[in-house]
């Protein structure tokens, strides 16, 4: 599997950036992990949006969310200029019926809703899910190719299922919104203890950070994760690109 960071922020953009939003490739197959503000404009430097086979949602947060109109708008307009006549599949949870209605756009795109409880098939993946702690439902996935695991927390307060969830994960892609001196469990998200004791007690092979706070030196995320984790931690960055 190939994983490329389009953007990586939490709750908005920074300038010249993108907010949630990952593309993942397997056997030729594109799929879209989130899809927040920017992610379009980005993703074209790897790919065109006619070139998605599948896009999967983890919740309907705007900084999740934000690019799916202009989506939408991207495929229609190819579909005059190439001729392009697919329909792409998005898979997202029901619990949101108003943000799950919205997927479907024309013979474009079309909503398709996964069953939280039981295991995906999309193209050459097998992904799987965990509900986390949030403030609207919200879904982790452990998505499975070629012998190989990488797990994505999505938005989350710490939570030991994490734990077996990701057990021995060759990737973890953990959100990090808040340094170590700072709860942010009411706002539903990790900092960066809670990061690293989930990747150390899971025994991952390799911590990513992502969603990442708008303030302070970077680098000191990296610094209070590995107090609790000795593996490789890398900050998330657009266009970044790992061979899981």
Same mark, same amino acid.
């Given at each position: 599997?190939?994983?490329? !960071?389009?953007g990586h922020?939490?709750? /908005?953009?920074?300038r ?10 397997e #056997?030729g197959?594109?799929l879209?992990?989130?899809c927040g503000?920017? !992610?379009l404009?980005?993703l #074209?430097?790897? @790919?065109?949006a006619? &070139?998605? &086979?599948?896009? @999967?949602?983890?919740?309907? +947060?705007?900084d999740h969310t934000? &690019?799916?109109g202009?989506?939408?708008?991207a495929?229609?307009? #190819?579909?005059y ?5 697919k ?10 019926k ?12 079309k ?5 939280p *409880? ?9 992904i ?5 702690? +949030? ?11 070629g012998g190989k695991?990488?797990?994505?927390? *999505?938005?989350?307060? /710490?939570q030991?299922?994490? @734990?077996?969830?990701a ?10 919104n808040f340094?170590? &001196?700072?709860?942010?469990s009411?706002?539903?998200h990790m ?14 092979k390799?911590?990513v950070?992502?969603?990442l706070?708008h303030?302070g ?7 209070? *994760?590995?107090?609790l ?5 890398i900050?998330?960055?657009?266009d970044? #690109?790992?061979i899981?």
């Open positions: 599997m190939k994983l490329t !960071v389009i922020w939490g709750g /908005y953009p920074k010249n950036e993108a907010s949630s939003g990952y593309l993942l490739e #056997q197959f594109n879209l992990i989130d503000s920017g !992610v404009s980005y #074209q430097n790897h @790919i065109e006619y &070139d998605l &086979d599948a896009a @999967i949602l983890s919740h309907y +947060h705007p934000a &690019d799916i202009v989506l939408q708008h495929l229609l307009i #190819q579909k200029l190439r001729g392009n006549d329909t792409l599949p998005f898979y997202a949870h029901n619990e949101d108003k943000g799950f209605e919205s997927l479907t756009y024309k013979d474009l795109m909503g398709m809703e996964y069953d *409880a039981a295991s995906l098939e999309v193209g050459p993946f097998s799987s899910f965990l509900k986390t702690r +949030h403030p609207v439902p919200c879904y982790a996935m452990k998505i499975e190719a695991t990488l797990v994505y927390t *999505a938005d989350s307060a /710490y030991e299922s994490f @734990i077996p969830f057990k021995e994960a060759d990737l973890f892609l953990c959100e990090c340094y170590g &001196d700072m709860d942010g009411g706002a539903g900092n960066s203890f809670d990061s690293g004791r989930a990747a150390g007690e899971a025994g991952v390799k911590l950070l992502t969603h706070p303030y030196d970077l680098n000191t995320l990296k610094e209070e *994760a590995g107090t984790y000795n593996g490789e931690i900050l998330a960055e657009k970044l #690109q790992f899981i």
